[in-house]
């Protein structure tokens, strides 16, 4: 796991939380894919930057980060058990922040 990576994520909270929604939207890959999961209430995969922001809303969420070699974010897995967030994790580049 790479600590560039859990900076990355950790700093883009910080400046989602902030307001900061330009910072976030710059590392992100203009074809991220954000992917709920089944027992979402709208459970699917959803293309782009506008797909995933409507799913960060209030409800609590494990998000499983994935990185291209640009350090541009590829895939946002969300899940709403951790346990399940760490097993998808295994043996992937991924980062995920709860």
Not at 63 to 92: N, Q, W
Request: aromatic residues 10%.
């Amino acid at each position: 796991m790479s600590e560039e990576h859990v900076k990355l994520v950790e700093r883009g909270y910080e400046a989602w939380n902030s307001g900061d929604r330009g910072w976030v939207l710059e590392h992100m890959s203009e074809d991220v894919s954000w992917i709920t999961p089944p027992d979402d209430p709208d459970p699917g995969t959803y293309p782009g930057v506008r797909g995933g922001r409507a799913l960060l809303g209030p409800v609590a969420r494990h998000e499983v980060f994935h990185f291209d070699d640009e350090a541009k974010c590829t895939e946002v897995h969300e899940y709403y058990d951790r346990d399940a967030a760490l097993s998808a994790m295994r043996g992937v580049q991924s980062v995920k922040r709860s």
